[in-house]
């Protein structure tokens, strides 16, 4: 099977994940219960990793945390995922990270640009 490049916009994505869920009677009210159900999703895809699974397994593996977070976004009204996102990079791009004495970055500020 060749692999195909496809552009999609997480709107789009969101709608036919959501459209899905309530097609075959998944949940689409407890966020509390879709967050264990992420957990699980990332336990997976741990494993996966872990196990050195092929690509393909561990990029499904990917695809369902994904997948599961679009959910927790729907459920918690997270109306333009697409924006938070993009926020979400910017605000990161304005933070300094020095590291520590073990070796790992910590936050120290953000940028005034």
């Given at each position: ?46 494993d996966?990793i ?5 690509k ?27 924006i ?30």
């Open positions: 099977m060749k692999e195909e490049k496809v552009m999609m916009d997480l709107k789009r994505v969101a709608d036919e994940m959501w459209t899905n869920k309530i097609a075959k009677g998944f949940n689409i009210s407890d966020v509390n219960f879709e967050l264990v159900r992420l957990y699980g999703e990332v336990s997976e895809l741990g996966a872990w196990k050195k699974k092929s393909d397994e561990i990029a499904s593996e990917v695809a369902d945390v994904f997948l599961y977070l679009l959910s927790v976004a729907r459920m918690a009204d997270v109306d333009d995922i697409e938070a996102v993009y926020n979400k990079l910017i605000e990161n791009s304005k933070r300094v990270y020095e590291k520590n004495e073990n070796g790992v970055l910590d936050r120290v500020d953000d940028k005034e640009n």
